[in-house]
């Protein structure tokens, strides 16, 4: 297996089949676990906190300033190729991954993987469509790992939409249906943004993280989150989760907990995984936090899998 791990932002993780660790942007998300044989930095060349927990005296560190456009380096069984400014190719185990920048570039649309920054770049969807087999963005969001909403936006047929601690075999066909994913859960993102100021950090079979900006109308006159407010917030986020699992169907029930004053927050953060991915009965446990990352509500919710 080659794997992918997308930490969030720009940083990703590659482990070749002969156990080779590259890292790319090392700086967001949580699992550096594996020391680096490989560092690419694609943006700034300062070292981040988690850049020197990984390092060691055996890693090899690849930066504008080391490698200049049109040379190629090469480490155990992987290679990187620097194509353009801030543009890199990536081949392992037969597979080529490019990591795309700002600028336009010209490829030959033979690459398997495509990482585009889609905040940063200035390619036109159509042209993006070109870079690779498949488009994995990136970058979707300026202060948090990921910005559902964001991805699924991007009018790309080739996009492969990947999560924050989401792993992918690049030795597979990783192609996912999101058409009916994006045409049942768009219309509802969209309008839990402009009601509840929400965004959804990361999505991916059975479990969701999604935030809630806390606003003057959110608050009741005794100084709290309205409980309506932080209830309907649980079950929208719940809602995507079971359809991210799979599932499709009513709520059977529901309860929910106020375990802790919501005052003086300014953001309500709601994680939701799946317990129970039954035949028919499928459940899902949302917690609610405050932004001092204390937990506020808890809920249950109990879904109908229809046929």
Do not use: W
Request: charged share 25%; glycine share 6%; hydrophobic share 40%.
């Amino acid at each position: 297996m080659t794997e992918l791990l997308y930490l969030g932002d720009l940083s990703c993780r590659i482990i070749s089949n002969q156990n080779t660790v590259l890292y790319i942007n090392p700086d967001k998300g949580k699992d550096y676990s594996r020391k680096a044989d490989i560092i690419l930095q694609t943006t700034a060349t300062n070292k981040s906190l988690v850049q020197l927990h990984i390092t060691t005296d055996h890693t090899r560190i690849i930066n504008r300033d080391l490698l200049a456009v049109g040379d190629t380096f090469n480490h155990q069984d992987m290679q990187i190729e620097r194509i353009g400014d801030d543009v890199y190719r990536i081949s392992v185990d037969e597979k080529k991954i490019l990591v795309s920048g700002k600028q336009e570039i010209i490829v030959d649309g033979k690459d398997d993987y495509a990482l585009v920054p889609i905040l940063q770049t200035q390619i036109s969807e159509e042209k993006m469509t070109a870079l690779a087999k498949q488009i994995i963005p990136v970058h979707t969001s300026e202060v948090a790992l990921f910005d559902y909403r964001v991805a699924i936006a991007l009018q790309v047929e080739n996009k492969l939409m990947i999560e924050p601690a989401m792993i992918i075999d690049l030795q597979k066909e990783n192609h996912r249906n999101l058409k009916e994913l994006e045409n049942q859960l768009y219309p509802l993102l969209l309008d839990a943004a402009e009601k509840f100021h929400m965004t959804m950090i990361c999505m991916n079979d059975g479990y969701a993280m999604a935030q809630m900006l806390v606003t003057k109308k959110d608050i009741n006159p005794l100084g709290l989150v309205y409980g309506g407010i932080s209830y309907n917030f649980a079950d929208i986020v719940a809602g995507c989760t079971f359809y991210s699992a799979g599932g499709y169907g009513p709520t059977v029930s529901a309860n929910y907990d106020y375990l802790r004053s919501t005052a003086d927050t300014e953001s309500l953060v709601a994680i939701a995984k799946d317990i129970k991915r039954g035949k028919h009965i499928h459940f899902i446990e949302v917690e609610i936090y405050n932004d001092m990352a204390k937990l506020v509500a808890k809920g249950g919710f109990t879904y109908f899998v229809q046929k």
